[in-house]
DNA sequence: CTTTGCACCTGTTGGC
DNA sequence: TGCCAACAGGTGCAAA
């Protein structure tokens, strides 16, 4: 489910419940989430306080004095911040039991995500240490989206959804990005322009920007810290559009398949 | 090396 | 109503 924006507002809404609180119990209902979850876990987390929260691409990371909790959201996985003592249900895999009263409960009814702790450098760590750069840094600029894009037969959509190459755009983003861009999701990564890689990376750090601004887009079960959705669904101009009128120039939306995902563009506005 | 397709898992939806 | 196939915000990995 979530992407980039929605990590990050999740970021956001788990801060402060998080920072400076000691975990005072750790509970792990279900292991098996898309790697086992480390026997050693609860251990090594209880009793510590939360340094800081931060993300990498759609990784968070809890760190504390003695290591840091890697968090993936997978697909349909969620993080909320509820009182402490609220039953769980069904899906609630983890619980961290705050200091103060409240709970961080994980939530994910397919199991994509994960949970890992190191010692070490997050960075470092085997799921970190190969990702590309963050679009929303300066890092990631249409130079580096067009070297990356050379003698790339690859479609485009395939190559910015590629976290080696830039993080955290996933399905919904991409096409919109391609969209805004007015590029075919579908063209081959070697024939961008200059000018073009430089147009499209500047609409995915737009769009991505915009969807964070108003707190991602729910399309089905995605909420926020405090159980909110987000609101940019309604800013999509293709994504799960296919069949309907494009809001620019009317032309039909055309849904197509790419790395058996659905691909959504504007036949007319996109080149 | 790049590219492609599968696998992991549960829930929802739509067609017959 | 029931059944079954298709599909869903991700991504590591094996195979081509």
Not at 11 to 27: K, N, Q, T
Request: net charge positive; proline share 6%; aromatic share 8%.
């Amino acid at each position: 489910m979530p992407e980039l924006p929605e990590v990050e507002t999740t970021r956001r809404g788990i801060e402060s419940a998080l920072l400076g609180r000691r975990v005072l119990d750790v509970i792990v209902r279900d292991r098996r989430l898309r790697w086992p979850v480390e026997p050693g876990f609860e251990r090594r987390v209880r009793g510590e306080a939360a340094l800081a929260v931060e993300r990498r691409a759609k990784y968070l990371l809890l760190r504390f004095p003695a290591g840091t909790a890697i968090v993936h959201l997978g697909m349909s996985g969620s993080l909320r911040v509820l009182g402490a003592g609220t039953p769980p249900l069904i899906h609630d895999h983890w619980d961290l039991v705050l200091e103060g009263g409240q709970v961080l409960r994980f939530h994910d009814p397919r199991r994509f995500g994960s949970l890992h702790w190191t010692s070490a450098d997050p960075a470092l760590h085997p799921l970190l240490q190969d990702l590309g750069p963050e679009p929303l840094s300066t890092a990631f600029d249409g130079e580096h989206l067009f070297r990356a894009s050379r003698r790339r037969r690859v479609a485009i959509k395939l190559l910015i959804m590629n976290s080696h190459i830039v993080v955290g755009v996933g399905n919904i983003y991409a096409s919109e990005a391609l969209f805004r861009a007015r590029l075919r999701p579908t063209r081959a990564a070697q024939r961008l322009s200059r000018a073009q890689a430089a147009a499209l990376a500047q609409a995915i750090r737009e769009v991505l920007a915009e969807a964070i601004a108003i707190g991602g887009t729910t399309l089905r079960d995605y909420v926020n810290a405090d159980g909110v959705p987000g609101y940019f669904r309604q800013q999509l101009f293709v994504y799960e559009r296919g069949g309907a009128p494009c809001r620019v120039c009317g032309t039909a939306i055309r849904q197509v398949t790419q790395g058996q995902r659905s691909t959504y563009y504007c036949p007319s506005c996109q080149d």
